[in-house]
């Protein structure tokens, strides 16, 4: 995760009509998912920050078409990697293939080379090489045979995780978990939901088919680049960089806990709080965005005790329990 005022590069666009067309890739992916705004919020900050998301939820809650909506609506490119036990690091970042014809090595780029990479079922691989993205995520580049190339501009990793399927599985390790932004759950659609989903399904949609379903570009590269460079404008109070620092401060002091947040997780909780609050139509962050993205921002960076998970505590309600006793600044 980087912090998007380490960019310093000119905008390109307008911030008011950047923050127009992101928000309306709402009402563009709701063609064709049903339900999930706040997956969708959290995408979009993912972006404006420069980081990447973990999407946790059980099979067939449509985190796929979630990515490829999301890719088609900012006209982004987009790869897929369904991880599997058998998959090499090189699967994923590229390597060196010979060329009989002119006696030489020439460099394949691997899926990572995109916009919006899927790492489907992350944990199904083993460490070595889950651990292939890592250079990728922090570094923005890839290095094969000792030269660095650089990734695209945007990129972004989605990765995906059964949370109830252990089998066969490799947990991700605390530094790998540290690298994505945000972990977001995605919940079983409600009644309503699902109904929609069945009609839309008895009317003919196929997922397969975005621009059959009136999915749209509607916003660019311009424009999120432009809405990082006003994200980064954001202005951040002596009083809120203190609510933030105390708020992870007192995850590490948790009795529930084995390990508390981080200062990453604390500088990636101050990066997030300050794009939700640019793109609900302020310049300046209240101790309410702080609170709206402390879940997402800091699931995934906290451990709990044995003997807590036994009784039932989760990492949502420590997270809640830590908002409701740290005092919020006026």
């Not at 580049?141 to 945007?154: E, F, H, I, K, S």
């Not at 749209?216 to 951040?236: S, W």
């Not at 997030?272 to 310049?283: H, V």
Request: contains cysteine.
């Amino acid at each position: 995760m980087m912090d998007p005022t380490t960019d310093n590069a000119a905008p390109t666009g307008d911030p008011a009509s950047a923050r127009a067309a992101l928000e309306a890739l709402r009402a563009e992916i709701a063609k064709a998912v049903v339900g999930q705004d706040p997956a969708v919020t959290g995408l979009v900050v993912a972006l404006l920050c420069r980081g990447h998301v973990l999407l946790e939820g059980v099979p067939g809650v449509a985190k796929t078409l979630l990515i490829r909506s999301l890719a088609a609506a900012l006209e982004l490119d987009t790869k897929r990697v369904q991880f599997t036990p058998d998959l090499m690091p090189s699967d994923v970042t590229g390597s060196l293939v010979y060329d009989a014809r002119t006696a030489e090595f020439s460099f394949q780029p691997g899926p990572v080379f995109t916009n919006l990479l899927l790492a489907d079922e992350i944990n199904r691989t083993p460490p070595k090489t889950q651990s292939s993205l890592l250079e990728a995520m922090e570094e923005r580049q890839v290095t094969v045979d000792g030269t660095p190339r650089a990734l695209p501009d945007p990129f972004l990793v989605a990765a995906t995780q059964n949370p109830v399927e252990y089998e066969g599985t490799y947990p991700l390790p605390e530094a790998q978990l540290d690298r994505f932004l945000l972990k977001l759950t995605i919940p079983l659609p409600s009644r309503e939901d699902e109904i929609d989903v069945l009609t839309r399904h008895a009317q003919g949609f196929d997922p397969r088919d975005l621009r059959a379903a009136g999915v749209r570009p509607v916003a660019t590269a311009a424009d999120l680049e432009a809405a990082r460079h006003a994200v980064a404008a954001t202005t951040v109070s002596p009083e809120i960089t203190a609510y933030v620092v105390d708020i992870c401060r007192a995850t590490r002091e948790s009795p529930s806990l084995t390990l508390g947040v981080s200062p990453r997780g604390a500088t990636a909780l101050l990066a997030t709080a300050r794009a939700w609050a640019w793109l609900t139509g302020r310049d300046y962050v209240i101790p309410d965005d702080v609170k709206a993205l402390a879940l997402p921002t800091l699931r995934h960076r906290i451990q709990l005790r044995p003997e807590a998970e036994m009784e039932g505590v989760t990492a949502d309600s420590v997270i809640n329990a830590v908002l409701s006793h740290v005092p919020v600044p006026r």
